[in-house]
């Protein structure tokens, strides 16, 4: 059975579950475009409402997905913009966090951090 939380962690009903998904804008934590010269990575972190722990212990609540759209063409344009790395993250403040980190590394190293591919 899912178990739905808030963006601060409290468990809620499937009702309120249902409301929260109907406002993706008041579960977006990030959102942001970074330009290198291999192409634009997009990166966006939001509360997902449902738990994605699977029965873990603690509940990863956010999820960041980084999206690739290669400057070169070599990616199929019917598949381009798909996500190449998804992560999850159990408070906002991890995800906050995270995000920014992100969004940073990839400016500095034009590319996915080892540290982020590492964690899938």
Not at 70 to 81: I, K, N, Q, W, Y
Not at 89 to 104: F, G, I, M, N, P
Request: glycine share 8%; no cysteine.
């Amino acid at each position: 059975m899912s178990r739905y939380y808030d963006i601060d962690g409290n468990l809620i009903s499937q009702e309120e579950a249902a409301r929260l998904l109907a406002e993706p804008d008041g579960r977006t934590i990030g959102d942001d475009s970074v330009i290198t010269g291999k192409g634009t990575f997009r990166i966006t972190t939001a509360h997902v409402v449902r738990d994605h722990a699977d029965g873990g212990p603690v509940p990863l609540l956010f999820e960041s997905l980084v999206f690739f759209d290669p400057l070169d063409g070599s990616v199929d344009p019917e598949s381009s913009g798909e996500d190449v790395l998804s992560l999850h993250w159990s408070t906002r403040q991890q995800a906050e966090d995270a995000h920014a980190k992100l969004v940073q590394e990839i400016i500095e190293q034009q590319d996915i951090p080892a540290w982020a591919k590492d964690e899938v």
